[in-house]
DNA sequence: TTGAAAGCGCTAACAG
DNA sequence: CTGTTAGCGCTTTCAA
């Protein structure tokens, strides 16, 4: 297929010297003489000799290569994240495999003996929603194979992750709906096993005590993470023989259901009821009305988890920082009673 | 740092058996007898041996990676397509490795450069907006390196490629403005180079024709494919004397800027003007009015292109073939007037 | 039926 | 200052 690559065995016999005295004139080692190592370097360069990853992989045993496990790969928010990581992977001279549990436990699992025997180094992860077992990460982790949570954390493994602080966020949130005349807010959380709907729930009834207002179990409803549950949760806040007048969404994917699912019924946001979600810039701003929204550092999440991945790299066992972001909560139409 | 892996030395020095040995009973070579294999090969399964595949690669000089440069990583568009790859690639046992090329022709440069450093086997790539010139790729083709284009293709050079066909589906855009009573139809259209602004164009032209309408150069504006620009753009349309009451937008960044910049100048969608974008499903439905438009097949997209590439390694020198894709225009409420 | 040896590209310890 | 050699994990002749 393609022309072969030039190898360090073509620039030896083109000059008649050995393999190693061109390997070391190429990484300028003393040893040898100046002139030599600059008709080598020389040579290297006119023959764009550059060293195969392969053989060095081999020899180090290391594939410069990161898995990296995301619920899905489409949406802006792993993509943006995943930019982050690759980012900083390629400043490190690593390479990104990515992998999409598809929300799927199974092919979570499925995606970590994969990439293992893709040998990649380690991995970067954003479990699935339907992820309440971890044997498969223990297994790493008990390997000691680098291991880095980001957002969907796994609580009960003590290993390095990056989180926003989605207990603050939320409190911003309820606080920020009762300053604007709402007393009937409502939260459409996810999975009750994921840290991201454990901490918002946290926030969002400490919110609640904060402003005065008492906790009403009807306007607090789960749903699994798509489009149709999320839709169907609204429905169900809807239906209640008390309308909220408040609504906020774990995530983009509840937020914008709730929003379509509100309009379809004929109500209106933020008149009749004021509309908060988790997500990221560039979809609030693009719906109508405009999104009150927490945005999250995405961007930045990715390159701190992946920062935390070359740290526990080079710390190795028992490295285990906790990184918590803090989250904005950017006001816009939704809320503008 | 990681558990080593386990090696066929390992299993050949438990097995007081030569290395040979077992890597002929783990792939059920004749040669060796019956029970030796089952006993090799149990042991490989206990042990959970998986082959090397640096090693692999070093000896079959091929490193099953294959470069994929994109425009940008974070739009729906292009990580729908990058999950279409990345499909048909892993059923192939490849990986993708994705570099982005920020509409960059500097960036897609470099890119192509430190791919063919990390040896990937070939590429598949969508030119960014600036790339008018092509040599980074004719030095790949010349060294008969696969490559495959998808959507912005570059003409001069004969490698195979996916596109959507855009003169077609253009036509159906002005067709239908037409029959909604459109009659003056503007088109935002991208950088003048790119083949998807070139095609569109044609069939903006030839759907006018068709209709019987008169093109008017006042009507045909262009602009880079960024947010700011493309506002800029449709605020030019927008102080015409004559102001259109159709716009079509190149793709989805033109499509929900000019969507933008038409409600922002107090005018109703698509009472005033009617609007049809060139995007992909969910954003089109997202937004307020939901945007009629000519739905890329994304996913599929990427898919074939990646079924192009391994054709391209199967076959060789000289493989070109093209695929065109229709595209359906989704008719929604930005055109209902 | 099995083993020994060479080689993929590279580094590094050891000799000269 | 430079060359020789062994070895990373694997396949594949060639020998036995």
Redesign the pocket.
């Known amino acids: 297929m393609s022309k072969?690559?030039i190898?360090?065995?073509d620039l030896a016999n083109e000059l008649?010297?050995?393999?190693?005295?061109v390997?070391?004139a190429?990484?300028n080692?003393?040893?040898?003489?100046?002139e030599?190592t600059l008709k080598i370097q020389k040579l290297a360069a006119d023959w764009n000799?550059t060293?195969?990853p392969?053989?060095?992989g081999?020899?180090r045993?290391q594939t410069k290569m990161i898995g990296v496990i995301v619920p899905d790969i489409v949406t802006h928010f792993y993509a943006s994240i995943i930019s982050g990581i690759e980012e900083v992977a390629k400043q490190h001279g690593y390479y990104i495999v990515i992998a999409s549990s598809n929300e799927s436990l199974q092919k979570e699992i499925e995606s970590v003996e994969n990439l293992l025997k893709s040998r990649v180094e380690g991995f970067i992860v954003c479990l699935s929603q339907e992820t309440n077992k971890y044997d498969h990460f223990e297994k790493l982790n008990s390997n000691e194979i680098p291991l880095v949570f980001f957002d969907r954390i796994c609580e009960s493994l003590d290993v390095p992750s990056v989180v926003v602080d989605g207990v603050e966020a939320t409190k911003k949130i309820t606080r920020h709906f009762y300053e604007n005349g709402c007393k009937r807010i409502a939260y459409i959380s996810g999975p009750e096993h994921l840290n991201i709907s454990k901490n918002r729930k946290v926030g969002y009834l400490e919110g609640l005590k904060e402003c005065g207002l008492k906790f009403d179990p009807q306007f607090l409803v789960t749903c699994n993470l798509s489009t149709k549950d999320a839709t169907r949760a609204t429905r169900q806040l809807l239906t209640n023989k008390i309308l909220p007048d408040a609504i906020f969404g774990l995530n983009d994917t509840i937020a914008f259901a709730a929003m379509k699912e509100i309009k379809n019924q004929g109500l209106k946001i933020p008149d009749d009821i004021a509309l908060v979600g988790f997500t990221d810039e560039f979809h609030s701003t693009v719906v109508e009305p405009s999104l009150t929204s927490v945005t999250h550092p995405t961007f930045k999440m990715g390159q701190e988890a992946a920062n935390l991945f070359f740290k526990c790299i080079r710390n190795g066992k028992g490295f285990s920082e906790k990184i918590e972001l803090k989250a904005d909560l950017i006001i816009r139409e939704s809320t503008l009673k």
């Open positions: 072969r690559h190898s360090l065995k008649k010297v050995s393999i190693s005295t390997s070391r190429l990484k080692h003393p040893d040898i003489s100046p030599l000799y060293p195969n392969l053989a060095m081999l020899l045993q």
